[in-house]
């Protein structure tokens, strides 16, 4: 059977009501995975300290000074502030380039000599809009049915 019977293409005849229910039940499944994640990524805060530095911090209030209190989280907004702060300039630097090193064009010389195709057949592909390769066994090019663009 033919994959494109399978799947279907046209979600808008979908009922809305079948989709709403579909999109809930997908919901519930991802709350479900997160939740199996959670005993690992607790273990893992629990092995890197965090609860330690909570319990230290937060919640022994005789053993912290108001200072630490507003520090933390004035440490997390600064680095969270630098690191946009050099994306946006990363952003502006590199903005209008598809590279940050420009790459040299490869001329139909090189490309069809890489193909191992002819050089006429190499200059019939690059001026086709539509082509139709024909290949040998040994996967080189060997003629093309093409339309001018």
């Given at each position: 059977m033919n994959a494109d019977k399978i799947i279907i293409n046209c979600p808008e005849?979908?009922?809305?009501?079948?989709?709403?229910?579909?999109?809930?039940?997908?919901l519930l499944v991802w709350i479900g995975y997160a939740y199996l994640w959670l005993p690992l990524?607790?273990?893992?805060?629990?092995?890197?300290?965090?609860?330690?530095a909570h319990v230290q911090l937060y919640l022994k209030s005789h053993d912290a000074q108001p200072f630490f209190l507003l520090v933390i989280p004035l440490i997390v907004l600064a680095a969270a502030l630098l690191q946009i702060g050099w994306a946006e300039y990363n952003r502006r630097r590199f903005q209008g380039r598809?590279?940050?090193?420009p790459v040299a064009d490869v001329g139909l010389a090189e490309v069809s000599v890489?193909?191992?195709?002819?050089?006429?057949?190499?200059?019939?592909?690059q001026e086709a809009r539509v082509a139709t390769l024909h290949m040998s066994e040994d996967a080189r090019p060997l003629s093309t049915n093409t339309r001018q663009a």
């Amino acid at each position: 059977m033919n994959a494109d019977k399978i799947i279907i293409n046209c979600p808008e005849r979908v009922a809305r009501r079948q989709r709403t229910l579909f999109g809930l039940l997908t919901l519930l499944v991802w709350i479900g995975y997160a939740y199996l994640w959670l005993p690992l990524i607790t273990l893992l805060l629990w092995l890197l300290g965090f609860r330690t530095a909570h319990v230290q911090l937060y919640l022994k209030s005789h053993d912290a000074q108001p200072f630490f209190l507003l520090v933390i989280p004035l440490i997390v907004l600064a680095a969270a502030l630098l690191q946009i702060g050099w994306a946006e300039y990363n952003r502006r630097r590199f903005q209008g380039r598809e590279r940050r090193n420009p790459v040299a064009d490869v001329g139909l010389a090189e490309v069809s000599v890489d193909m191992g195709a002819t050089l006429g057949l190499t200059r019939q592909l690059q001026e086709a809009r539509v082509a139709t390769l024909h290949m040998s066994e040994d996967a080189r090019p060997l003629s093309t049915n093409t339309r001018q663009a």
